[in-house]
Structure formats: structure tokens, C-alpha cells
């Protein structure tokens, strides 16, 4: 690494940090400033994940009192999280880089569009606070995680969306729970998958680590700052980056 892409990188994943504690959408700003500053797609890919998962580990252990206490509903979802994000990564793994290369500005655009209209296409429900769920409502949403968590281990971007809709079907007692249980599943899709990415050997150290610092840096700023600043605004922001990199890239890889 030149100094311009320590100082480039750094800032990269500070910006992505902050982005994760305020509304999501921090892949936006890792993965193409690793594509910039010269890393390979695959590898920069997998870079992105373990410089960002720390985050996302601090967020669900922030959540942990809303989670619900039930074995029977978290370990399936969790179990159906870890073989996705296994299998996500290893199909990365075997897809050539210039076919990776390819299918990146459609990941971004499909991501870019589940950030921005998401939340209008799957509505969360109404809370349940005396409710529970059923073994077969349980069932159904680790069938419907499973697929999810292979995307997130192949890509990710946008995946808390589509947890949240399927979560709705839990019947849970709050956004808050949902909230909880979702960052939870992405942590184990994305442990799953830097366990097969460090094995493979394709993580980029000196980037993940100054990155790791970095996105740190910025969940600390981004959750003591959160609630001063407009969610909505943030979305905005990165839905515009999101379009401008898939653009780029469609452009640069056509």
C-alpha cells in the first residue's frame, strides 16, 4: 500500500462504520475503495467482510437484551445462517474474477434498490407482545434464511432488508427484536464467511486490518452521533452513492 491508499482506505472505512451505525449500507463505501485502490474483486470482497464484521458483532451484542429468549426459535435461524454464509463464500470462491467482475454492478444495483425501496415493499407488522411463534412459522423462516445467507455470503449488500421481511412472520414483540434477531443472523452469515475466506487465504491483511480500525473508528463516532442526525438524509446519501457505483461500474466492467 502507497500512504495515499492508507490515508484513502482508512477514510473508506470510517465513512462505511459510521454509514453501519446510522441506517446501514456500509459495503457501499469498503468494497469499491478496495476496487480503487487496486485489490482484486474477489479478494476485495472478502477483505470488506472481515474489515466490516467487527461492527456488525458490537451492534448485535448491543441488541442482546432485545433478543427473544428462546432456543427454539434462534438456533435454527442462526444454524441456517452459518450453512448459507458457508455456502455463499464458497460459491464466491468458485466463480472466475472476470465472471465476478461482471455481475458487480448488478449486485450493487440490486442492493442499491433494496436500500432505497425496501422498506415500502415489505412492511414490518404490527408488534405481538403475547404471541408466539409457531413451529412451522419457525421452519418456513430458516428455509426462507438459508438463501439469504448465501447471498450474504457471496455479496450481502441489502440482506437486512430481506431478514426483516421474512422476521415478520416470527411474530416478534417489537422493531427492536427484530432489529436484535436480524443483526444476529448477519454475523453468523458473515463469520461463516471469513472462516472460508481466511482458510482459502484470499483476505488482504494490511487493507482488512487498517480497515478494521478504521470501520471501528467510525461505529463509535456514527452510534454517539445517531440519534443527532436524520436517518433518512443518511439513506438518501447512500442510495445516491449506490447508483453512482453501479453506474461506474456497469460503465467500467460492460
Do not use: C
Request: aromatic content about 12%; glycine content about 10%; overall charge positive.
Amino acid at each position: 500500500m502507497t500512504f495515499g491508499h492508507v490515508i484513502f482506505l482508512f477514510f473508506a472505512a470510517l465513512i462505511a462504520g459510521v454509514q453501519n451505525s446510522v441506517a446501514g449500507g456500509g459495503t457501499f463505501f469498503s468494497f469499491p475503495a478496495l476496487l480503487f485502490a487496486g485489490v482484486p474483486a474477489i479478494p476485495a470482497n472478502a477483505t470488506s467482510t472481515v474489515a466490516l464484521w467487527p461492527g456488525t458483532m458490537a451492534s448485535a451484542a448491543a441488541y442482546r437484551k432485545k433478543l427473544p429468549h428462546s432456543a427454539r426459535i434462534l438456533v435454527p435461524l442462526v444454524m441456517a445462517s452459518l450453512a448459507g454464509g458457508f455456502i455463499g463464500a464458497s460459491l464466491l470462491l468458485k466463480t472466475p474474477p472476470a465472471t465476478f467482475m461482471r455481475l458487480i454492478p448488478f449486485l450493487f444495483l440490486g442492493a442499491t434498490l433494496l436500500f432505497a425501496f425496501g422498506k415500502r415493499l415489505f412492511k414490518v407488522s404490527q408488534p405481538h407482545k403475547d404471541a408466539k411463534a409457531s413451529w412451522l412459522a419457525i421452519a418456513g423462516v430458516a428455509l426462507l434464511q438459508l438463501p439469504i445467507s448465501i447471498y450474504g455470503g457471496f455479496f450481502g449488500g441489502g440482506i437486512g432488508i430481506l431478514m426483516l421481511a421474512t422476521l415478520n412472520f416470527l411474530r416478534l414483540p417489537d422493531i427492536h427484536a427484530m432489529n436484535g434477531v436480524k443483526t444476529l443472523l448477519a454475523s453468523a452469515t458473515n463469520a461463516a464467511a471469513i472462516i472460508t475466506f481466511v482458510v482459502a487465504g484470499i483476505v488482504v491483511w494490511p487493507e482488512a486490518l487498517l480497515m478494521l480500525v478504521g470501520a471501528a473508528a467510525g461505529g463509535y463516532a456514527g452510534a454517539h452521533y445517531a440519534q443527532k442526525v436524520d436517518p433518512a438524509r443518511v439513506r438518501t446519501f447512500i442510495v445516491i452513492v449506490g447508483f453512482a457505483m453501479s453506474f461506474y461500474f456497469l460503465w467500467k466492467y460492460r
